[in-house]
């Protein structure tokens, strides 16, 4: 990771070469990093722990227990406003008074309820033959002249993507306020020192409390007994202090998030040392914020994945989620500041049919093995085609083009190499995150097929001949 961000800001910018210089203690350490990160898990962890109007169980665990997870709607957006206390005030009949201080939260009720209450921005229950954007979003209960109630729909929203929404909204309003955003890029080392820091001691803690958990509540593979490895690995499968799950907190907010934050101030310093952000800088911006924004929208599908249900949350997961996720995932944007790279219109439009197609297929494909890992009655797939397995369970055989098993790691592949092209051919290092993704999710890819093969058995070299290719069709 320290390799990377020297490199990236170097002349050469070689990704195998040496880095240009080793950086003194002093680079590394600073207490307004470590205060900034501090600060950065503090305002992510206040936005996870808001009401939450949706909470969604997880997978059975060994005890047949199951953990709940806060998921929620667009409360956050402005229509549901009430819980903020900003900018509203009932009518008679229920309506929302449009007369009120503006402020960020009434102004977004206002567009929400655009198509619902007209030019007067009035909000109120459409007739049920009416949709809207609105209707969508929120229901009432009023009582006399009194708005009682604001309920909020979930709309395949998760709590996430608030938190997403959110931070946007209050790091906009800090940049009007003179926050010297575009500075940030300039702080990447120590706070990348400061992220790793925290993440170890924070793994230690983990380790600690992992040592008086019960053994129902252990990772099956961090409870090996070697002190060193269980660190690494996590010996807890979900630490939890109340209700503040730990691993689902960090798989999905504060590294993706920040992820972003780099990125815009990336985009932001190269306004400033070139007049404009590049059109390469802006879509590698654009199409990193829409996979960041599409895994918080669909925060409750991370419920089923492998880190969630199997590994457990240790320094291999936290330096991931805190350090590792905000500071190499930026490298595109990195390399795109100190070695700008001109990009026409004909090869950008290429470029984003190619993010498309791999976004196309990574979504479809997850949302998919989602539906029918909860439900595979769902009539979504019910009628596609399926093996039985001796204890009873289906396996989905359609997928995409029915002959690739985990067509949602290609979606992944696919973007990662869109993401990489606007930095050019000239440099190896901006595909470095492609290079990773493919070793990554060919060793995930081997994991999956090593504990289908333990849960179903003969049935899954069934389902193997069936589907015969792993990622790419006709090659792997």
């Known amino acids: 990771m320290f390799h990377l961000l020297l490199v990236a800001r170097s002349g050469p910018a070689r990704l195998l070469g ?19 990160c501090l600060t950065w898990l503090g305002l992510q962890a206040t936005l996870y722990l808001l009401p939450a109007r949706k909470v969604a169980e997880g997978q059975e665990l060994k005890d047949k227990s199951r953990l709940s997870y806060p998921i929620n ?17 009932p009518r008679p009949g229920g309506e929302v008074c449009g007369d009120e201080p503006a402020t960020p939260i009434s102004i977004l009720c206002l567009f929400y309820a655009q198509d619902v209450g007209g030019s007067t921005g009035s ?42 929404v959110l931070t946007a909204l ?18 990447l080392l120590p706070l990348a020192f400061a992220a790793t820091l925290i993440a170890f001691i924070f793994s230690l803690l983990l380790y600690l409390k992992a040592l008086v958990a019960p053994a129902s509540a252990l990772a099956p593979g961090g ?27 960090c798989e999905l907010r504060p590294g993706l998030i920040g992820w972003v934050l780099i990125n815009l101030a990336l985009l932001m310093q190269e306004a400033e040392l070139r007049g404009s952000p590049s059109l390469a800088m802006w879509l590698v911006n654009g199409f990193q914020l829409l996979y960041v924004g599409d895994a918080l929208w669909h925060e409750e599908a991370v419920l089923t994945t492998m880190d969630i249900i199997h590994d ?22 990195q390399f795109l500041l100190y ?72 979606g992944d592949l696919i973007m990662a190499l869109a993401w990489s092209l606007p930095c050019g051919v000239s440099h190896l290092l901006p595909y470095f995150y492609l290079l990773y993704f493919t070793a990554l999710l060919v060793h995930r890819e081997a994991r999956d097929e090593q504990q289908c093969l333990r849960k179903y058995g003969l049935a899954w070299h069934a389902y193997c001949r069936r589907v015969p290719y792993r990622i790419v069709p006709y090659i792997y």
């Not at 709607?73 to 005030?89: M, R, T």
């Not at 690494?232 to 503040?244: H, V, Y």
């Not at 457990?312 to 944007?333: K, N």
């Open 18 to 36: 040496p880095p240009p210089y080793l950086p003194e203690l002093e680079e590394l350490w600073s207490p307004w990093a470590l205060l900034l």
């Open 312 to 333: 457990g949350f240790g320094f291999m997961l936290a330096f991931g989620d805190l350090a590792w996720v905000p500071f190499t995932y930026s490298l595109q944007a």
């Open 339 to 410: 070695h700008p790279e001109p990009l026409g219109l004909p090869l950008a439009s290429v470029i984003c049919l190619i993010n498309a197609v791999g976004y196309y297929i990574f979504r479809g494909a997850n949302s998919q093995k989602n539906t029918f890992r909860k439900n595979p009655s769902d009539p979504r797939v019910a009628d596609l085609e399926t093996i039985s397995t001796a204890t009873g369970r289906r396996l989905l055989v359609s997928g995409w083009w029915g002959m690739v098993r985990h067509p949602n790691y290609l």
């Open 123 to 164: 909000l109120h229950t459409p007739p049920p033959s009416t949709p809207s954007i609105a209707a969508t979003l929120c229901t009432r209960e009023v009582a006399g002249v009194t708005l009682r109630k604001l309920k909020c729909l979930t709309n395949g929203s998760g709590q996430g993507f608030q938190a997403l």
């Open 223 to 249: 409870n090996s007994g070697n002190p060193i490895y269980d660190f690494f690995l996590g010996r807890e499968l979900n630490p939890r202090i109340c209700s503040f799950d730990f691993k689902y907190f």
């Open 170 to 187: 209050l790091v906009g309003l800090g940049v009007l306020a003179g926050l010297p955003l575009s500075a940030l890029p300039e702080m």
């Open 73 to 89: 709607g667009a409360w956050g957006l402005g229509p549901c406003a009430e819980l903020w206390g900003w900018g509203w005030s």
